[in-house]
């Protein structure tokens, strides 16, 4: 599903009358997504109501001829003029080389060989009777030495060899001759050549222009007529000229997402990036049609199916790199490197193999993310659960699926994000998380014991510190029937220090029994509590209270954090009715005579440089790429080598 949003824009179009002939000018601004700013610009240019010319330039100017025909350039015109796919394309050209009117149809190369016979081969078109004259005209008048292609090594650009006629072949192998011949010639035909007018207009301080073309010379466009530059002729004007303007219209327009690409466009991005060789090209884009990633629409445009679509979705999310050009060009560089004799064939070999290696033992072990999403688009799961929350990339409402393992699933961006499994999953007060803007989650056990933390979905599934598993202890696993609050990092594990809901905010202490944090659970009231976020360790703090919360002062005893608790005014444990205490739950006396601890074997004091889960011996949490030792890419990008 697109998430593309048309976006409202407005432009000024203005209207002369110059010798008998309606002329537009075009707005130097082109366009305003401000309707009030446009509105005031129509207003100024119509109060003024004449228009002055300020410049006028003319300058000739060249469209070359094509250099010589290779693989790639027949395929995209097979494909945008011809409606033939590449499979087909390359299937009718080999049957016009088997039969002798087109030399060899799979060549990378643009540059003519020097021995190349251009006469011998334009003397056989001569008395073609569909270019025979433009051809005989040509050799009685000289043709043009071609244009510098590239010469890949391989096979000479593809040329004509026979003179036929549209009843000698079918109407595919026809079309796809006629062009070949039609490029040949074009590649020996004179430049075209042409002349550009401009003129610009200045009228109440705005700037309006019109451009003119002149074809001075057709050249190859004679012969090669959908290359041809459009003529428009524009009326004399004058520099310092004045002219009454007829009228300004505001155009109300609306933005629009790209088009899909069509096959050609495709192919030149294979080009560009090296995917592929003009033999395998057309295998790639036949097989993505064959095994319905795209289905190929009106002009030969390529929309991609929900299962092409999903699919990508899953390497995006396990390995990104598989969705991107970089591999095949970089193998494709090293390749051409080995043929050069400038890298070693062994080696290379070896180093691609590790690579590839390592690269799908990474996949199969993520491999459960690709089932989930698979599962989530194509089987009824999809259109079950419930909305939630709001997800931080398209800003619209994920559902809910509670059936195990309970997840959300975004319908608009495709994505799967898992939840901490047998508890109930609730929005926190419509609050996000200011490191995605994915809207916080409670999650709660079940029982007057159970353990509640709030969690990022995408914090949770993809924590932006590294290591958030091997710091705090989490049991972080990848299969499916086993995901749990471990699986990924809640607020409770967080260690973003400004964060309202991470740990370094609402830590208190270090746990007894393991090397967690004590945090306090932000729901738990009227019966506050402290959950370890490691273990099982429940530490209950004054019952009854109104209010119990974390303070930015730290006990200098102990390191652990102040927290402050408001009292019931009708149960306040405090002399006089005072209602308001802060205070260690470790040094305090009083506070730590009101605590109870369950699953425990014991709460003391314990008066060492341990603060709210610096456990002995770990580090602190490190930013991406950030970690004193060398990081090594569990999935090895073929990037940065």
Known sequence: MSTFKPEKFWSLHTYILQSGYEVQLEWERQKLFDLEAATMFQKIVMEDGIVEVTEISEKQEVKSRPSGLNTVNLLKVASSALGLGPQIAMQVAERLYTRGFISYPRTEST???SSFDFKGTLGE???NPT???FVR???ARGYQKPRVGTDAGDHPPITPMLSATEDMLDNDSWGLYKYVCQHFIGTLSPDCKYSRTKVVFSIG???????GHRILEKGFTSIMPWLAINEKNLPQFRKGEKIEVMRVELYEGNTT??????????ISFMEKYGIGTDASIPVHVNNICERNYVKVQAGRKLVPTPLGITLIRGYQCIDPDLCLPDIRSFIEQQLTLVAKGQADHICVLQHVLQQFKQKFS???????????????????????GRVLSKCGKCLRYMKYISSQPSRLYCNTCEEIYYLPQKGTIKLYKELTCPLDNFELLIFSRPGPEGKSFPLCPYCYNTPPFEGIDTL?????TGSLNKLGEGVGMPCSLCPHPTCQHSMITQGVCACPECSGTLVLDPVSAPKWRLNCNTCNCLVFLPQGAHRISTTRDQCPDCDSTIIEVDFNKKTTPLEDGATLYTGCILCDEFLHSLLEMKHGKSFFRRLSSRGRGRGTGRDGPRGRGRGTGKWVDPKMSFRDF
């Open 137 to 139: 005209t040509l050799l």
């Open 111 to 113: 540059a003519y060989p």
């Open 472 to 476: 705090f202890g989490g049991a972080k």
């Open 125 to 127: 078109l001569a008395y």
């Open 257 to 266: 997402p790209p088009d899909y690409l069509s096959e050609s466009e495709l």
């Open 131 to 133: 270019w025979g004259d």
């Open 205 to 211: 301080g705005e700037s309006f222009h019109c451009v």
């Open 362 to 384: 990474y996949f199969v072990k993520q491999i459960d993310k690709m089932d989930a999403l698979f599962e989530a688009q194509f089987s009824p799961v999809a259109n079950s």
